[in-house]
């Protein structure tokens, strides 16, 4: 058995039960099961439908996001999670390059390597150059004054630690800034780069090895090892070509508004909603949300 689930964005909550039930009935599925009122449905099918690919195009042009997948065992034990644009809605290393003045310069490499379009490492290495000279000072900076956490994220964190899942931040970023995020929101521990400074400022190198899409992939082996888990105990959640690797192994992964080369290449979408829809994708009614 599969099942569908419906969402859109919950400051619209726009979700007709008209729409629903059409898509039900168009491919012979269950009672609907409302997990908000008017931001999220699912329905139980037989088999996934030829034509799914097409209404999710479709679905896409008014603003919801439609999943389909398999019912048994989607309710995960652990959550795998990118940081940047994905837990904040920053790249924080482009956050850096503005403050140090180069910042359209890194944010094209950025856009670019997270597009896949060059080397993960090599490009970060060339990043994190143009950022030599900043003093360590500007991290902290940054970090009260321009990173912002996508919404969601603290609900997702709380409901799924309440119901006894760990959490892991892993991020081609860097510690000073995944410390903190995983601080706030609650994750369990937290991978990431780190950058190398002398008397306070920045050298404009990372340590090695640096932490990419095969580390990525590493950390969901060694972290599900270590807790007794499989990989299909795991949601991991991403948006850049470096998460593909961890996004393909987990038992779902989830492509949250992804580069659409990154997209493409991943089953489960999420253009619309937030980090609140890997809760409903598990199914969590809203009513299950922990807030704190």
Same mark, same amino acid.
């Given at each position: 058995?599969?099942?569908?689930?419906?969402?859109? *964005?919950? $400051?619209? %909550?726009?979700?007709?039960?008209?729409?629903?039930?059409?898509?039900?009935?168009a491919w012979g599925g269950g009672d609907a099961i409302w997990l908000a009122p008017?931001?999220?449905?699912? &329905?139980?099918?037989?088999?996934?439908?030829?034509? !799914?690919?097409?209404?999710?195009?479709?679905?896409?042009?008014?603003?919801?996001?439609?999943?389909?997948?398999? /019912?048994?065992? %989607?309710?995960?034990?652990m959550l795998l999670a990118d940081m940047d644009s994905t837990m904040i809605e920053q790249e924080c290393i482009d956050e850096l390059a503005d403050e140090a003045g180069?910042?359209?310069?890194?944010? +094209?490499?950025?856009? !670019? $390597? /997270?597009?896949?379009?060059?080397? &993960?490492?090599? *490009?970060l290495r060339a990043r994190v150059g143009l950022l030599k000279g900043l003093p360590v000072s500007t991290i902290t900076k940054v970090l009260e004054e321009r990173i912002t956490y996508m919404p969601g994220g603290r609900v997702l964190l709380c409901t799924m630690k309440a119901d006894g899942a760990h959490a892991a931040l892993v991020s081609g970023g860097f510690t000073d800034f995944t410390s903190v995020v995983a601080q706030k929101l609650g994750f369990d521990e937290n991978r990431a780069n780190s950058l190398i400074a002398r008397?306070?400022?920045l050298t404009g190198e990372v340590g090695e090895p640096i932490l990419g899409k095969q580390a990525k992939i590493d950390a969901?082996?060694?972290i599900t %090892? !270590?807790?007794?888990?499989? +990989? %299909?105990?795991?949601i991991a959640v991403g948006d850049g070509a470096n998460d593909l690797g961890m996004l393909g192994r987990a038992g779902t992964g989830v492509a949250l508004h992804a580069k659409p080369a990154v997209a493409a290449q991943c089953d489960v979408r999420i253009n619309h909603g937030d980090l609140t829809a890997l809760? &409903?994708?598990?199914?969590?009614? *809203?009513?299950? &949300?922990?807030?704190?």
């Open positions: 058995m599969y099942i569908v689930t419906l969402l859109v *964005a919950p $400051a619209v %909550r726009n979700l007709e039960p008209s729409l629903v039930d059409a898509l039900r009935n008017d931001e999220a449905a699912e &329905f139980a099918i037989a088999q996934i439908p030829g034509n !799914r690919w097409d209404i999710w195009a479709e679905l896409q042009q008014q603003g919801v996001d439609l999943v389909v997948q398999p /019912m048994e065992g %989607r309710r995960k034990k180069v910042g359209i310069k890194v944010k +094209e490499i950025t856009a !670019r $390597a /997270m597009n896949g379009e060059l080397d &993960f490492e090599d *490009a008397n306070d400022i969901l082996s060694e %090892r !270590r807790l007794g888990l499989a +990989e %299909r105990d795991v809760l &409903f994708l598990q199914g969590y009614t *809203a009513a299950e &949300f922990v807030n704190d």
